[in-house]
């Protein structure tokens, strides 16, 4: 069993920057592949971000390349999204998740989400 818990959401003006964290607890994350999910009012969750077990590969929809990046820090069990020249379309709860295949990602687990909200 893991536990995700996220934390480093908040307002934020349109062009800035958030990183979001997510701690693990209950096994290691070197075990899983990583990825962040998003949902926004009315919307699908959305994939936004996916880091293979051992952080060395990673992968952003090309329409978030450029401004999202993702990595892990297996040895902190933790893993972060960084955002960058947020928008107000990024508004959304974004959830940690830990989860199988990496090209084919399959999430497991869930945290309970973090609020990003982008507006002026």
């Known amino acids: 069993q893991v536990q995700l818990v996220e934390s480093g959401g908040d307002l934020v003006q349109p062009g800035g920057s958030l990183r979001l964290s997510c701690a693990a607890s209950?096994?290691?994350?070197?075990?899983?592949?990583m990825a962040w999910f998003r949902q926004a009012p009315g919307s699908q969750r959305e994939l936004v971000a996916t880091?293979?077990?051992?952080?060395?590969?990673?992968n952003v929809p090309d329409s978030l390349k450029g401004r999202f990046t993702i990595e892990r820090d297996n040895a902190k069990n933790t893993v972060y999204l960084q955002m960058n020249s947020l928008k107000p379309e990024d508004t959304a709860v974004y959830y940690c998740?830990?989860?199988?295949?990496?090209?084919?990602?399959?999430?497991?687990?869930w945290g309970q989400g973090t609020q990003v909200t982008v507006s002026s």
């Open positions: 998740t830990a989860g199988i295949n990496y090209r084919d990602y399959r999430p497991q687990y």
């Open positions: 209950g096994s290691f994350l070197n075990n899983y592949v």
């Open positions: 880091v293979s077990s051992g952080g060395y590969y990673t």
